[in-house]
């Protein structure tokens, strides 16, 4: 059962999407929640199927406080790296919020301040806070709608299927095809890197 809140009212639950990808963004949610958000489907992102998540979303956003979702680009990942690619990502999404949250709670063990805004980190926070998870939905259905679309682009890569993960298909596929503007170049995109013309 996730909890409400960790701390008080008016906190905002954020999460990421896509850290692990070979290729697309980074993408961040962040939400508030109001007292009285109730949904017996949500829960972490990645145990929900797409049709839960799809159905999950537009629920979230009609009752949230407010919420933001930012993408961070492969380029900028590749000049900063994935975690501060991951943070700004939250960082932006906290951004557009319309209402300053009096505390945060992040996803995971690493951030860095915001504002001065009181936060925690919580490891598995998707799977035990509300507001984490509804993020969490947030940042995973925005980021699959962006692949589903560069696919159209790139359709030898089957980013509607992978989403831009390291599967063996998507390896085969950069192998044989190279690389795009949307891979990330800092990443071992396949095991022979050396021998990947970029």
């Known amino acids: 059962m996730l909890k409400r809140y960790f ?18 963004p980074v993408t961040a949610a962040a939400i508030i929640l109001p007292r ?4 017996e489907l949500l ?12 159905l999950l979303r537009p629920l979230i956003e009609s009752k949230a406080i407010g919420f933001g979702v930012v993408h961070i680009g492969p380029k900028k990942i590749d000049d900063i790296n994935i ?8 960082h932006g999404a906290l951004d557009q919020l319309t209402k300053k949250p009096k505390f945060i709670i992040v996803d995971g063990n690493k951030f860095r301040p915001y504002k ?8 598995k926070g998707d799977g035990k806070f509300m507001s984490i998870a509804a993020a969490s939905v947030l940042a995973k259905t925005y980021r699959d709608a962006y692949m589903e679309k560069i696919h159209e682009e790139y359709p030898m890569y089957h980013w509607d299927k992978n ?3 390291p599967t063996k298909a998507h390896r085969e596929a950069i192998r044989i095809h190279g690389i795009t503007k949307y891979h990330r ?13 970029i």
Do not use: W
């Open 36 to 39: 009285s958000f109730e949904n």
């Open 116 to 123: 001065n805004i009181p936060h925690e980190c919580i490891i």
């Open 83 to 90: 975690l501060n690619a991951s943070i700004l990502a939250m």
């Open 7 to 24: 701390k008080q009212l008016e906190e905002a639950g954020t999460d990421e999407a896509g850290r692990g990808c070979l290729a697309g």
């Open 185 to 197: 170049k800092s990443f071992r995109l396949v095991p022979e890197q050396l021998k990947l013309d």
């Open 43 to 54: 829960n972490d992102s990645k145990i929900l199927s797409v049709s839960k998540r799809n």
């Open 163 to 165: 989403k831009g993960y």
